[in-house]
């Protein structure tokens, strides 16, 4: 059964450390998705990339998040330094092609900055 | 940005059919019309999409007028299962990627 797979699936840190959220997109899923969800906000897109390439980030705070991928089984996504605002869930999501809307989440990574 | 609106709550009962109408004035020609569910503690689910007239499968259908400027979707005798949040999404042609609203939190009950 294809699915995207997430770590950590919760992740508690201190405000000031450096957090790496992983994905691990569905084989043959040239285009992966960042999200990010709160209460407040609900989904919000971080950034995507299509055949490894970053399409679009213009969703993160460049600042301090960056998102890559490594190669094709790999999606990271790095927040330094973390602050408390940073506290969501993050999903990630793969799908085919620009046309192609549908997109398989992740069960997402819980991050808690405290 | 193609920008959606829907309901932000509905309630209803097992077994009754639930319609949940989404607008979508700015649509664009090419964009197609896409439809998720989530569950608390999970990621969206893709339950539904299409471009015109009318969509089925096995867990909704999907009715497109032929303005495009609103979509209706449509699951038949709900279970409390069904209780989630249902996003209605076009594709962002600003940013050529799906861009969720609000949604609609359907609480289905006894």
């Known amino acids: 059964d294809a699915r995207v797979t997430q770590t950590p699936r919760d992740k508690v840190t201190e405000m000031g450390q450096e957090v790496t959220m992983r994905c691990q997109p569905i084989?043959?899923?040239?285009?992966v998705f960042w999200y990010r969800q709160t209460m407040m906000q609900g989904l919000e897109l971080l950034a995507y990339?299509?055949?490894?390439?970053?399409?679009?980030d213009s969703g993160m705070p460049k600042d301090r998040f960056s998102a890559e991928m490594p190669d094709a089984t790999l999606a990271t996504l790095k927040i330094q330094p973390s602050e408390p605002r940073d506290s969501a869930v993050y999903f990630c999501?793969?799908?085919?092609?620009?046309?192609?809307?549908?997109?398989?989440f992740g069960q997402g990574t819980r991050l808690t900055v405290v | 940005l193609a920008k959606t609106t829907q309901p932000i709550s509905m309630d209803s009962y097992e077994g009754q059919e639930v319609n949940i109408t989404c607008s979508h004035n700015?649509?664009?020609?090419?964009?197609?019309i896409t439809w998720y569910q989530q569950f608390p503690s999970q990621g969206p689910r893709f339950i539904i999409q299409?471009?015109?007239t009318k969509v089925t499968n096995e867990v909704a259908s999907l009715f497109i007028p032929a303005d495009r400027k609103s979509s209706t979707l449509s699951l038949p005798r709900v279970s409390l299962s069904d209780t989630a949040v249902y996003y209605c999404?076009?594709?962002?042609?600003?940013?050529?990627?799906?861009?969720f609203g609000s949604g609609t939190r359907l609480q289905v009950q006894p």
């Open positions: 700015n649509i664009a020609t090419n964009d197609y």
């Open positions: 990339f299509r055949n490894r390439a970053p399409l679009d």
């Open positions: 299409g471009y015109k």
């Open positions: 084989l043959g899923h040239n285009t």
């Open positions: 999501a793969s799908g085919l092609g620009q046309r192609n809307t549908e997109a398989f």
């Open positions: 999404l076009v594709m962002d042609t600003g940013r050529r990627a799906l861009t």
